[in-house]
């Protein structure tokens, strides 16, 4: 059977039997090849040897059975077609091998050219080129040496070294002064060199030459720095390429001959006309190598006209089938155009957006389409601010892009410095170890935050994204000594003062100042920039794309906030609601005092002296929340901080403590305050008494907050306003939990609001993996849910959200356990799974139940797919991710045509 099943399996196509559908058999390139050859454009002769072929031949390290065959029968056909066999010594036929993976990775992985020379063929090949004996010698020195490097391994810079030697003993400096007789000797020290290698001689079978290349190629998949850009641009690692083998057509037989690129429109900002270089007398691999300098493609239209048009004509048709940007290679040989490659073109977010909005206006795409060919990661980064990096900078260090965006500035080391020099007007970039809430006013004064540990999660990393600041955490190649006010890095010392630059989307650190632009994007999401009037492509074609996205999308986009300005900023950017206040955050600066009081009271008098302190300043943020959100809802979840960040460091207490007692001095207040911490001291505070428990524990803190959220929203509704608190409870993980706090909480409310009309909704977080798997019970007492992924993540796969991504993910990224952080994008497996569950038994329970999302997923391009697909109601972000989470959750709603953006 399993013999009979190999015999059967077709594992290579002939071009004309693919089409531009079949990229995860025929890869990109094998794909397109097939396309243009069926669109009856001139396409070299060749065939495509599948995906499933490198699979198999990766899994066990050989060709499967009856691949060979295969082979054989496409490269007779080939040679019939040809009129030529590989090879031959009078009339060879030469081809090149060359890998195509579904999603392009350019310069990747392998290309092997001019397979079939060998020391006889070089003649034939020279008769062919009409007696072109430097052209024949020249394709079998670049044999030898591709074969050599990439099939066998040879260090390609001996090639190089041996190039050079014949340059110098020639006295000159370029490859074209090099006669036949100079390639010649060439090739013989390139055989030897290939011979010292790999203690063999250079194959001179051609098909051998044939069976090692498309083995490289395969093999070439897993090469590293394929992996590397596989990780990066998130391509999954199990694909395999597909590889073509094609007839060689020449472009550096002559004048008349020549290869170029060409793009239907300019892939950097998208406007309509020819992009395109072209380069006479070369090969494709001399634009690579920038031997010489190309020219414009127009220009191709005088040195032959009638390649020119035959070009563009094809360009037209093309652009007019793939309904998008194409680029193409093509190459001419002695006057005669071959179509080599064509493609749907990357290219830049700016372009993306503007060439969707012109298909649409050219009645070649939908808005429905125009929608699905542009991204949330495109969008995100056209709404950051860009270094302009024309100059020669060198980062000097790389850390986590934390937060995207480009600051420069100077270093400071406290937060207080932060906020004195930002008050003098000056940029600076506040560097710690890590921060923590005390650093809040330096990080607000601050252009960027820098620090050596932590990860996406970090507490620098969570709120520089709340506030849209760039940021760059764990880069850990800097030595930051804070009492010292410097750090060290890549053996340099940056003091205070000194300025340095960094870019939050890259996480790459740079000394000095790098020049720094403003997005228009966001100027438009502000409402600085009016569409209808704006002169300015990418921000008429991203209100369009928003509009439609808007219209179609089924989720809600809310917002992570915790200040009236956030909010404001917040619902200018399409927020439709608060979807998580984080009243810990509410409780930092002057108020931290308090808090800690509280935390400490021996005696009820001290508690409620504190609470009562407490109380109208919360009112207060309330009611500037409640205003600025006026009319839609506004999720307040009561208080949740790790213990630890509201109690002095038990360390510095213990020091300062037995410093004064030393000198004789009154201890006994300091000693209370140490013995207390040391009580509530705990080892793993992110999973200790806070949440729910801190409520339970403390008489009357989550009392005091709920009266301050009725009373804010009566006090606003009686000045004319509408306010919709919905009031949440964390880190519940059984019914219980819940039942006792809103009790509590229900009385308060109808005391408060009385017949003021304002309705106060109760539910909870689910963010314990407990919670999820109870969510039935939990939802009867619940009004609404919304999943904290962040600590959902956190529990469900026992990673400390702050140690982590910085210590140990490279590992795991390394090995595939997962292609990106699951506290960057949802682990629809895991933790999605507990989401589903929640949501299912919820729903169950309580039809209609409110659903949501708040932690960090909420505003990831792939999370909220997966959150639309779970039939959550909403997605809630921070302020700069919500234009994304809106963008995204439309192109979820959308059916899609199959077209890639990536
Ligand atoms: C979460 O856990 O996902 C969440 C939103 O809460 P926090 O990040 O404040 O713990
Ligand atoms: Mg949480």
Known sequence: MAAQDSVEHKYVYDFAEGNKDLKDLLGGKGANLAEMTNLGLPVPPGFTITTEACKAYLATGREPDGLAAQIEAHLESLEREMGRKLGDP???????????????????????LNVGLNDRSVVGLSAQAGGNDRFAWDSYRRLIQMFGKTVCEVPGEEFEHALDDAKRAKGTQNDLDLDADDLRGLVDAYKKIFAKHTGREFPQEPREQLDLAIRAVFESWNAE??????????????????????????????ADSGTGVAFTRDPGSGAQGIYGDYLANAQGEDVVAGIRNTVPLQELEQLDKKSYDELLDY???????????CDI???????????????????????????????????????????????GAQLAQLMFPRFQLDHEFQPVAKGIGASPGAASGKVVFTSARAVELAAEGESVILVRRETNPDDLNGMIAAKGILTSRGGKTSHAAVVARGMGKTCVSGADELDVNVPAKKFTVAGQTVNEGDVVSIDGTTGKVYLGEVPVMPSEVVQYFEGELNPEQADDALVKAVHRIMTHADEKRRLRVRTNADTGADAARARRFGAQGIGLCRTEHMFLGDRRELVERLILASTDEEREAALA????LQREDF??????????PVTVRLIDPPLHEFLPPLEQLAVNVAVAQERGE??????????AVRRMHEENPMLGLRGVRLGLVIPGLFAMQVRAIAEAAVEVTRSGGSACPEIMVPLVGAVQELETVRAEAEKIIAEVVGDSGVEVLIGTMIEVPRAALTAGQIAEAAQFFSFGTNDLTQMGWGFSRDDVEGAFFWRYLELGIFGISPFESIDREGVGRLVRIAAEEGRAARPGLKLGVCGEHGGDPDSVHFFHEVGLDYVSCSPFRVPVARLEAGRAAITTTGSDSR
Request: charged share 25%.
């Open 225 to 254: 720095r394929a992996v590397v850009y596989r990780r990066q641009e998130r391509i999954p690692a199990d694909l395999g390429t597909a590889v073509n083998v094609v007839a060689m057509v020449f472009g550096n037989l002559g």
């Open 623 to 632: 009611i500037d929340i409640f205003r600025e959100m006026d009319g839609l």
């Open 613 to 616: 302190a407490l109380l109208p």
């Open 329 to 375: 290679e093509f190459t001419i040989e002695r006057g005669k155009l071959w179509m080599l490659q064509t493609r749907v073109g990357k290219r830049t977010a700016a372009a993306a957006f503007v060439i969707a909005g012109q298909l649409v206006d050219e009645g070649l795409i939908d808005l429905d389409e125009a929608l699905h060919r542009v991204n």
């Open 315 to 325: 360009m037209a048709r093309l652009e007019e089938h793939y309904k998008d940007l």
């Open 666 to 675: 009154d201890v006994a207040k300091e000693e209370a305050l140490l013995a």
């Open 90 to 112: 009078q009339d060879p036929l030469l081809v090149s091998v060359r890998s195509g993976a579904k999603f392009s990775m350019p310069g990747m992985m392998e290309t092997v």
